[in-house]
């Protein structure tokens, strides 16, 4: 709201592009550090198969409602 009041419309529209940039970083630093580890674990081919399962939990995470993510995100950091 105060990006809104003191910016006028730019101000929704900057932080929109804001929170896209943050979590298209946020994806490829994961991703990054994910295939890092598989190729580590499991060798250079079960990276494709990292690579697939990654685009489908994005693609699924992207699909559901907020409420519902956040809550699979609280219980996966309790384990």
């Known amino acids: 709201m105060s990006f809104n009041v003191g910016f006028g419309n730019f101000g929704n529209i900057f932080?929109?592009?804001c929170?896209?940039?943050f979590a298209f970083t946020t994806i490829v630093g994961w991703y990054y550090f994910g295939?890092?580890?598989v190729r580590h674990l499991f060798g250079n081919g079960a990276v494709k198969v990292y690579a697939v399962i990654v685009v489908i939990c994005v693609i699924i995470g992207s699909t559901l409602k907020v409420d519902?993510?956040?809550g699979y995100g609280r219980l996966c950091?309790?384990?």
Request: no cysteine; net charge negative; aromatic share 14%.
């Open 15 to 17: 932080i929109a592009l």
């Open 19 to 21: 929170m896209l940039f």
């Open 35 to 37: 295939e890092v580890n």
């Open 68 to 70: 519902l993510v956040w």
């Open 77 to 79: 950091s309790m384990v």
